[in-house]
């Protein structure tokens, strides 16, 4: 079993910027990759980025990519996802989710086995 713990989302204005932490307890994480997904109220939870948690590749979605940045310590089971240049599109709930096998979809949320609760992101025009 892994528990996901997100943090770090708040309000922010158009341009800025926040960092979102989310720390895997329970065990040493030996899956295969972790991701960030969001969900805004009334829409499908949407893959954000994602990063194969051994050798490091990311992956990002279009509408996140050059502003986003997502990173991993190992060491700690800590996931981060680095948001710059925020825009009021980007507000929603952000959950971290945790992938077990190596041979799912890494941008289907529903290859991924385990959730955090959700930390909101608000940014403001």
């Known amino acids: 079993q892994v528990q996901l713990v997100e943090s770090g989302g708040g309000l922010v204005q158009a341009g800025d910027s926040l960092r979102l932490s989310c720390a895997a307890s329970?065990?040493?994480?030996?899956?295969?990759?972790m991701g960030w997904f969001r969900q805004a109220p009334g829409k499908e939870r949407e893959f954000v980025a994602a990063?194969?948690?051994?050798?490091?590749?990311?992956f990002y979605a279009d509408s996140v990519k050059g502003r986003f940045t997502i990173s991993r310590v190992n060491a700690n089971n800590t996931l981060y996802l680095q948001m710059n240049a925020l825009k009021p599109e980007d507000t929603a709930a952000y959950y971290c989710?945790?992938?077990?096998?190596?041979?799912?979809?890494?941008?289907?949320?529903?290859?991924?086995?385990?959730w955090g609760q959700g930390t909101q992101v608000t940014v403001s025009s």
């Open positions: 990063v194969r948690w051994n050798v490091g590749n990311t």
């Open positions: 989710a945790a992938m077990m096998s190596a041979y799912s979809i890494l941008r289907s949320p529903n290859s991924y086995n385990y």
């Open positions: 329970g065990r040493t994480f030996s899956g295969s990759a």
